[in-house]
């Protein structure tokens, strides 16, 4: 049962390049055939090398871009269908939201836009859509995936109307206009707060197991210790790591459940995705106490995680890998795949940003053995855990 202010695959605005019924193949909405393109691009593929919260993990346990991606799908599909919303534009906005990363996250990230400095900078999220738009092109009639409006809207509209805006999103919608300034869909609403759901805890996950993070820490959140006094009282006898899990469940429970109870009060009365987008303020939330807790847990992952010694010397390394693969490509773009070098615009910016692309497009491990084969030697420090 659809919701009056879900968005609706048959009202959809359509794509850049138009598709005939033709082409269609299979029973599928606009929607669905969205999720499937993505799920079937290389640049998904990619993910499954590229880092999540450690670089280059050794440990089959850790996540990485790709796993985190589809347990945020998952999360996004029960929220979408307890509102009654599209679950289909949900996923594909879900599985595709990482899609831009570089290399090493944010590390390699960092490095890009120190390179493109003067070539209008490095953002992740614009590069999804640059990626998603342009650079994969597995089709004979036009490049990019050609993914539906409502797609492309929610990754560029992901966090919330789009103020400033950077090269890369200004070129793409200056050719498909994505109504930078208004609110996104629902769907995309809620598979933004579904990122922040996985990451929160899985990533407490990871980093317990890696022993970056402390329980003894982390119960000195006073939501958490509520969670984990309960699962002591229920499960009094149970090994520590199932324990730990069951924290992991719980929490991610209270914050769907939140999320769906806030939500559901927003979107009363409302009978249209363009009442969603015309609202001026965020329709999908967590309640006032959920979020300032939710605050509070990204401020002490930031502190004893994310910032920690040791994830901070390795994230240096990774950027200067990055940077150096930058270095060797614009002195001699010939070192880049044929395919990529024999495309090498002759001009700036555009020759910098291309090869910016051919970079961002690695993996973590083709990173590091690109850089091995330029320079000789292996670069090390590079992994974590």
């Not at 806030?262 to 309640?287: H, I, P, Q």
Request: proline share 5%; net charge negative; glycine share 8%.
């Amino acid at each position: 049962m659809r919701a009056p202010y879900a968005s609706d695959p048959d009202r959809s605005r359509g794509r850049e390049f138009p598709l005939e019924a033709a082409l269609a193949r299979g029973p599928r909405s606009a929607f669905q055939r969205d999720r499937d393109r993505i799920v079937h691009s290389i640049a998904f593929r990619r993910l499954r090398h590229k880092t999540q919260v450690f670089i280059a993990p050794d440990g089959d346990h850790y996540r990485v871009r790709l796993t985190h991606s589809l347990e945020v799908a998952q999360i996004g599909r029960v929220i979408a269908r307890a509102l009654g919303l599209d679950e289909d534009l949900t996923e594909a906005l879900c599985l595709a939201h990482d899609i831009g990363h570089p290399p090493f996250g944010h590390a390699g990230e960092d490095a890009l836009n120190a390179a493109l400095e003067r070539h209008g900078g490095f953002d992740h999220n614009a590069q999804a859509l640059r990626t998603l738009m342009r650079i994969e092109s597995p089709y004979c009639e036009h490049d990019g995936l050609n993914l539906s409006w409502e797609v492309l809207e929610g990754m560029a509209k992901h966090n919330g109307p789009v103020g400033m805006v950077n090269w890369a999103l200004a070129e793409l919608d200056a050719a498909y206009p994505l109504d930078l300034t208004t609110w996104p869909s629902l769907e995309a609403q809620v598979a933004a707060l579904a990122d922040d759901i996985a990451y929160d805890n899985h990533d407490i996950d990871d980093g317990l197991r890696a022993g970056f993070l402390q329980l003894d820490e982390l119960l000195t959140l006073d939501f958490v210790n509520d969670h984990w006094r309960a699962i002591e009282r229920k499960f009094p006898g149970a090994p520590i790591d199932r324990r730990l899990r069951e924290l992991v469940r719980s929490q991610i429970g209270w914050m769907v459940n939140d999320l769906i109870a806030e939500t559901g009060e927003r979107v009363k009365g409302m009978g249209s995705a363009d009442e969603v987008r015309g609202a001026g303020r965020a329709t999908a939330a967590f309640s006032s106490e959920l979020a300032r807790q939710e605050r509070t847990l990204k401020r002490f992952m930031y502190e004893k995680l994310y910032h920690h010694p040791q994830q901070l010397q390795t994230a240096e390394r990774a950027r200067a890998v990055t940077a150096e693969l930058y270095a060797a490509y614009a002195q001699d773009p010939s070192l880049m795949a044929d395919d990529w070098a024999g495309r090498l615009p002759p001009h700036e910016p555009q020759r910098s940003r291309h090869i910016a692309d051919y970079i961002a497009g690695m993996t973590d491990r083709f990173a590091i053995a690109a850089h091995a084969a330029i320079y000789g030697r292996t670069p090390e420090g590079l992994r974590n855990v």
